[in-house]
């Protein structure tokens, strides 16, 4: 799969192709569903590619940062994730004030006819473009008629509503980490690289990969989490790259010993032997085992509610 970071890396030669265009944060069910829909399309048009156009950073952090979404999954995930389900190509488009400038007629002639060489154009019903977001599906689909492009908009079906980034925001910031992860058709993944913490876990026995909860990432309520510790880049001496391991994961400030920076804590199960510091990891959310954090009055209590935390980890992992 391609991945061109704008659109002075598409080459002149490349096209046509069948292009789905959205901000994609997350790629849950409902833009699958428009992928696969892209998919089937190119087919009918001969075995075109697929071309997933999305925008970093997100329009409304350029726009209305007091209002910018915390995000679901970072461009190279996002991507990733894009090719995974049906992009034959991605197209990270750097959103700026003088994107934000142009006109819906301005963006169709510059991205779509001029760069991307459109024969079909599949996106959300709802999907909005150009300046002051002026341009929508019946804009496509009256340029389709001047430079020869299909248009499909679609519903973003769910089960109990319309699957939504925002929906899947609300889940994770209620906790509610199997909903999310519903709505996504996998747990949601947040990364981040392990830093040296105060230690306090390796003492009483269980050790902790740290990693700072970045404040532009929809990262789960506060609570104790089961799920898995995938390594992405190793540090020197620890796992292999791709080595996944079930874990118990604390998210929050730590109250009992009067608070840090809100933050990620894995204790993989059953290990007090591993290197992880400096190393890039990827947590993923399967369930939720109890809500916030609680401040313990004695270490012994700390200690019997963090086995029970391993304990209820290991068996929701064991039948998952």
């Known amino acids: ?15 046509p ?8 944060d997350g790629v849950h069910r409902g833009h699958q569903e428009v992928l696969a ?23 409304m952090r350029v726009l209305r940062p007091d ?23 991605v197209l990270i488009l750097p959103f700026d004030k003088d994107v934000a400038s142009w006109s819906p007629e301005e963006f169709i002639e510059r991205v779509l006819v001029g760069t991307l060489h459109a ?29 020869g492009f299909q248009v499909e908009g679609l519903s973003l079906a769910g089960d109990a509503q319309p699957w939504s980034s925002t929906y899947v925001r ?19 993944r947040v990364t981040g690289v392990v830093i040296e913490g105060d ?15 970045d404040p532009t990432a929809a990262v789960p309520q506060d609570g104790v989490y089961a799920g898995w510790l995938t390594v992405l880049t190793p540090a020197e001496g620890g796992p292999s790259y791709g080595e996944r391991m079930p874990a118990a994961i604390s998210v929050g400030s730590n109250p009992t ?49 963090m086995k029970a935390d391993v304990d209820g980890a290991r068996h929701v992992l064991t039948q998952n």
């Not at 192709?17 to 901000?23: A, K, L």
């Not at 829909?37 to 329009?59: C, I, M, N, S, Y």
């Not at 995930?77 to 389900?85: K, V």
């Open 257 to 305: 010993f009067d608070g840090v920076d809100r933050r990620v804590e894995s204790y993989v199960l059953d290990r007090d032997d591993l290197e992880l510091y400096g190393a890039k990891v990827a947590i993923d959310f399967v369930a939720r085992l109890r809500g916030s954090q609680i401040r313990f009055e004695t270490i012994d209590e700390l200690l019997v509610q």
């Open 119 to 147: 024969k079909a154009i599949v996106v959300g019903e709802n999907f909005r473009f150009g300046h002051r977001a002026a341009g929508h599906v019946d804009t496509l689909v009256a340029a389709g008629t001047t430079y």
């Open 67 to 89: 209002h910018a979404p915390l995000m679901l999954s970072e461009p190279g995930q996002r991507a990733e994730l894009l090719g995974q389900h049906g992009a034959d190509a």
């Open 199 to 213: 230690k306090r876990g390796r003492e009483l026995g269980y050790p902790t990969a740290n990693i700072p909860a």
């Open 37 to 59: 829909h892209a998919k089937a399309r190119a087919a009918e048009l001969g075995g075109l590619p697929v071309v997933a156009l999305t925008f970093d950073p997100h329009p």
């Open 1 to 15: 799969m391609q991945v061109w970071h704008g659109l002075d890396e598409v080459g002149a030669e490349f096209g």
């Open 17 to 24: 192709s069948v292009v789905t265009i959205g901000n994609f």
């Open 170 to 188: 609300q889940q994770l910031a209620d906790g509610h980490v199997e909903a999310a992860a519903e709505a996504l058709g996998r747990p949601l």
